[in-house]
Protein backbone atom coordinates (compact mmCIF):
# COMPACT_ATOMS: atom_id res chain seq x y z
CA UNK A 1 0.00 0.00 0.00
CA UNK A 2 1.66 3.57 -0.67
CA UNK A 3 -0.89 5.70 1.13
CA UNK A 4 -1.77 7.35 -2.17
CA UNK A 5 -5.72 6.95 -2.57
CA UNK A 6 -7.33 7.23 -5.94
CA UNK A 7 -11.03 7.07 -6.68
CA UNK A 8 -13.24 5.38 -8.21
CA UNK A 9 -11.46 2.36 -8.84
CA UNK A 10 -13.69 1.54 -12.27
CA UNK A 11 -16.00 3.63 -13.89
CA UNK A 12 -17.76 3.21 -17.51
CA UNK A 13 -19.58 6.11 -19.01
CA UNK A 14 -20.28 7.31 -22.33
CA UNK A 15 -19.21 9.01 -24.91
CA UNK A 16 -19.46 13.17 -24.43
CA UNK A 17 -19.85 12.60 -20.63
CA UNK A 18 -17.83 14.36 -18.05
CA UNK A 19 -16.26 12.80 -15.27
CA UNK A 20 -13.68 13.61 -11.84
CA UNK A 21 -11.45 11.36 -10.90
CA UNK A 22 -10.03 11.77 -7.16
CA UNK A 23 -6.59 11.45 -5.17
CA UNK A 24 -5.58 11.86 -1.85
CA UNK A 25 -1.74 11.76 -1.36
CA UNK A 26 0.11 10.42 1.06
CA UNK A 27 0.28 12.42 4.37
CA UNK A 28 2.11 15.26 4.10
CA UNK A 29 3.29 15.07 0.50
CA UNK A 30 2.39 18.19 -1.18
CA UNK A 31 3.33 17.18 -4.48
CA UNK A 32 0.72 15.18 -6.98
CA UNK A 33 1.28 13.97 -10.39
CA UNK A 34 -1.26 12.55 -13.28
CA UNK A 35 -0.33 9.90 -15.40
CA UNK A 36 -2.24 8.31 -18.52
CA UNK A 37 -1.51 4.48 -19.02
CA UNK A 38 -3.88 3.17 -22.30
CA UNK A 39 -2.48 0.02 -23.82
CA UNK A 40 -1.10 1.72 -26.89
CA UNK A 41 0.85 4.72 -25.63
CA UNK A 42 2.21 3.08 -22.23
CA UNK A 43 2.40 5.74 -18.93
CA UNK A 44 1.58 9.49 -20.10
CA UNK A 45 2.90 12.18 -17.83
CA UNK A 46 0.02 14.79 -18.00
CA UNK A 47 -0.03 17.11 -14.99
CA UNK A 48 1.84 18.10 -11.62
CA UNK A 49 1.07 20.12 -8.65
CA UNK A 50 3.07 21.54 -5.92
CA UNK A 51 0.71 22.77 -2.90
CA UNK A 52 -1.44 23.68 -5.31
CA UNK A 53 0.03 25.30 -7.99
CA UNK A 54 0.45 23.70 -11.35
CA UNK A 55 4.03 23.23 -11.79
CA UNK A 56 4.35 20.66 -14.76
CA UNK A 57 2.57 20.29 -18.07
CA UNK A 58 2.51 17.12 -20.29
CA UNK A 59 0.67 15.33 -22.74
CA UNK A 60 -2.79 16.78 -20.96
CA UNK A 61 -5.50 17.66 -23.70
CA UNK A 62 -7.56 20.64 -23.70
CA UNK A 63 -10.89 18.49 -22.65
CA UNK A 64 -8.78 17.78 -19.48
CA UNK A 65 -8.48 20.18 -16.45
CA UNK A 66 -6.79 19.29 -12.70
CA UNK A 67 -6.44 21.05 -9.90
CA UNK A 68 -5.34 20.39 -6.26
CA UNK A 69 -7.07 21.73 -2.81
CA UNK A 70 -6.27 23.36 -0.24
CA UNK A 71 -6.02 19.90 1.51
CA UNK A 72 -3.99 18.57 -1.08
CA UNK A 73 -6.10 16.30 -2.58
CA UNK A 74 -6.19 16.48 -6.49
CA UNK A 75 -9.17 16.38 -8.91
CA UNK A 76 -8.67 14.91 -12.66
CA UNK A 77 -11.77 16.31 -14.64
CA UNK A 78 -12.59 14.80 -18.11
CA UNK A 79 -14.49 16.16 -20.10
CA UNK A 80 -16.41 14.94 -23.70
CA UNK A 81 -14.64 12.09 -23.35
CA UNK A 82 -13.68 10.07 -26.44
CA UNK A 83 -14.14 6.22 -26.83
CA UNK A 84 -10.10 7.29 -26.80
CA UNK A 85 -9.59 8.44 -23.64
CA UNK A 86 -10.78 4.95 -22.10
CA UNK A 87 -7.61 4.03 -19.81
CA UNK A 88 -5.92 3.93 -16.67
CA UNK A 89 -5.45 6.95 -14.89
CA UNK A 90 -3.16 6.61 -11.72
CA UNK A 91 -1.98 9.77 -9.33
CA UNK A 92 1.35 9.80 -7.52
CA UNK A 93 2.49 12.11 -4.89
CA UNK A 94 5.93 12.78 -3.75
CA UNK A 95 7.23 14.75 -0.52
CA UNK A 96 9.61 16.46 -2.32
CA UNK A 97 10.10 17.75 -5.94
CA UNK A 98 12.33 16.10 -7.42
CA UNK A 99 11.78 12.42 -5.55
CA UNK A 100 10.58 9.15 -5.53
CA UNK A 101 6.79 9.22 -6.66
CA UNK A 102 4.43 6.86 -4.88
CA UNK A 103 1.46 6.02 -7.16
CA UNK A 104 -2.18 5.16 -6.38
CA UNK A 105 -3.76 1.72 -7.87
CA UNK A 106 -5.28 3.62 -10.46
CA UNK A 107 -8.61 4.13 -11.60
CA UNK A 108 -9.87 2.41 -14.84
CA UNK A 109 -11.77 4.64 -16.82
CA UNK A 110 -14.09 3.13 -20.05
CA UNK A 111 -15.78 4.97 -22.32
CA UNK A 112 -18.58 3.34 -24.04
CA UNK B 1 15.92 14.96 -19.78
CA UNK B 2 18.20 12.47 -21.17
CA UNK B 3 16.42 8.72 -23.04
CA UNK B 4 17.20 5.52 -21.95
CA UNK B 5 17.28 2.18 -23.86
CA UNK B 6 16.18 -0.79 -22.24
CA UNK B 7 15.96 -4.41 -24.22
CA UNK B 8 12.07 -5.70 -24.32
CA UNK B 9 12.19 -8.36 -22.69
CA UNK B 10 14.40 -11.07 -20.56
CA UNK B 11 13.69 -13.96 -18.37
CA UNK B 12 15.25 -15.51 -15.31
CA UNK B 13 15.40 -18.57 -12.87
CA UNK B 14 13.16 -18.41 -10.17
CA UNK B 15 15.91 -17.95 -7.09
CA UNK B 16 18.74 -16.69 -9.36
CA UNK B 17 19.67 -13.07 -10.07
CA UNK B 18 17.68 -11.05 -12.48
CA UNK B 19 20.28 -8.40 -14.29
CA UNK B 20 18.13 -5.81 -15.58
CA UNK B 21 20.46 -3.17 -18.01
CA UNK B 22 20.29 0.16 -19.25
CA UNK B 23 21.44 2.98 -21.63
CA UNK B 24 21.52 6.25 -20.83
CA UNK B 25 24.40 7.71 -23.09
CA UNK B 26 22.91 11.31 -23.31
CA UNK B 27 22.99 11.30 -19.32
CA UNK B 28 24.41 14.76 -18.08
CA UNK B 29 25.84 15.40 -14.62
CA UNK B 30 22.55 16.85 -12.66
CA UNK B 31 19.99 13.89 -13.77
CA UNK B 32 19.58 10.75 -12.09
CA UNK B 33 18.90 7.07 -13.00
CA UNK B 34 15.51 6.50 -11.18
CA UNK B 35 14.28 2.37 -11.57
CA UNK B 36 10.57 1.81 -11.26
CA UNK B 37 8.37 -1.40 -12.00
CA UNK B 38 4.70 -2.31 -12.52
CA UNK B 39 3.15 -5.41 -11.46
CA UNK B 40 0.19 -5.98 -14.55
CA UNK B 41 -1.94 -2.86 -14.46
CA UNK B 42 -1.18 -1.80 -10.71
CA UNK B 43 0.74 1.21 -10.02
CA UNK B 44 4.21 2.10 -10.91
CA UNK B 45 6.19 1.03 -8.11
CA UNK B 46 9.96 3.17 -6.82
CA UNK B 47 12.75 0.74 -6.64
CA UNK B 48 15.55 2.75 -5.83
CA UNK B 49 17.78 5.73 -7.82
CA UNK B 50 21.32 6.96 -8.20
CA UNK B 51 23.12 9.46 -9.39
CA UNK B 52 27.14 7.84 -9.87
CA UNK B 53 27.53 5.28 -7.14
CA UNK B 54 26.32 2.00 -6.68
CA UNK B 55 23.19 1.93 -4.62
CA UNK B 56 21.53 -0.61 -2.50
CA UNK B 57 18.04 -1.25 -0.73
CA UNK B 58 16.09 -3.91 0.81
CA UNK B 59 14.56 -4.43 -2.82
CA UNK B 60 17.82 -3.79 -5.38
CA UNK B 61 20.97 -2.80 -6.16
CA UNK B 62 21.96 -0.05 -9.00
CA UNK B 63 25.01 -0.26 -10.71
CA UNK B 64 26.65 3.21 -12.54
CA UNK B 65 28.87 2.56 -14.75
CA UNK B 66 32.08 5.32 -14.30
CA UNK B 67 31.29 6.98 -17.33
CA UNK B 68 27.26 6.87 -16.36
CA UNK B 69 26.17 5.85 -19.72
CA UNK B 70 24.70 2.74 -18.59
CA UNK B 71 23.00 1.09 -15.84
CA UNK B 72 21.81 -2.38 -14.19
CA UNK B 73 19.52 -3.19 -11.80
CA UNK B 74 20.36 -6.59 -10.14
CA UNK B 75 17.71 -8.32 -7.95
CA UNK B 76 19.31 -10.52 -6.21
CA UNK B 77 17.11 -13.40 -5.88
CA UNK B 78 14.45 -12.68 -8.41
CA UNK B 79 11.10 -14.97 -7.32
CA UNK B 80 7.36 -15.16 -9.17
CA UNK B 81 6.48 -11.88 -7.86
CA UNK B 82 9.01 -9.73 -9.64
CA UNK B 83 7.32 -11.02 -13.15
CA UNK B 84 6.83 -6.76 -14.03
CA UNK B 85 7.89 -4.28 -16.73
CA UNK B 86 11.26 -2.35 -15.01
CA UNK B 87 11.47 1.22 -16.15
CA UNK B 88 14.81 2.97 -16.14
CA UNK B 89 14.23 6.84 -16.35
CA UNK B 90 16.34 9.11 -16.22
CA UNK B 91 15.73 12.93 -14.12
CA UNK B 92 17.03 15.90 -13.64
CA UNK B 93 17.07 17.49 -10.03
CA UNK B 94 15.06 20.50 -11.34
CA UNK B 95 12.00 21.66 -9.73
CA UNK B 96 10.05 20.70 -13.00
CA UNK B 97 11.94 17.60 -13.87
CA UNK B 98 8.77 15.23 -14.67
CA UNK B 99 9.14 11.52 -14.40
CA UNK B 100 9.06 10.44 -18.34
CA UNK B 101 8.47 6.40 -18.24
CA UNK B 102 9.37 4.92 -21.47
CA UNK B 103 8.82 0.64 -22.44
CA UNK B 104 10.63 -0.52 -20.09
CA UNK B 105 11.68 -4.23 -20.17
CA UNK B 106 9.59 -6.95 -19.66
CA UNK B 107 11.10 -9.50 -16.92
CA UNK B 108 9.48 -12.83 -17.09
CA UNK B 109 10.59 -15.32 -13.77
CA UNK B 110 10.47 -18.60 -14.67
CA UNK B 111 9.87 -21.66 -11.96
Given at each position: DSGVTQTPKHLITATGQRVTLRCSPRSGDLSVYWYQQSLDQGLQFLIQYYNGEERAKG?????FSAQQFPDLHSELNLSS?????SALYFCASSPQVPGELFFGEGSRLTVL | DAKTTQPPSMDCAEGRAANLPCNH?????NEYVYWYRQIHSQGPQYIIHGLKNNETNEMASLIITEDRKSSTLILPHATLRDTAVYYCIVRS?????KLTFGKGITLSVRP
Open positions: NILERLELGD | STISGTGANS
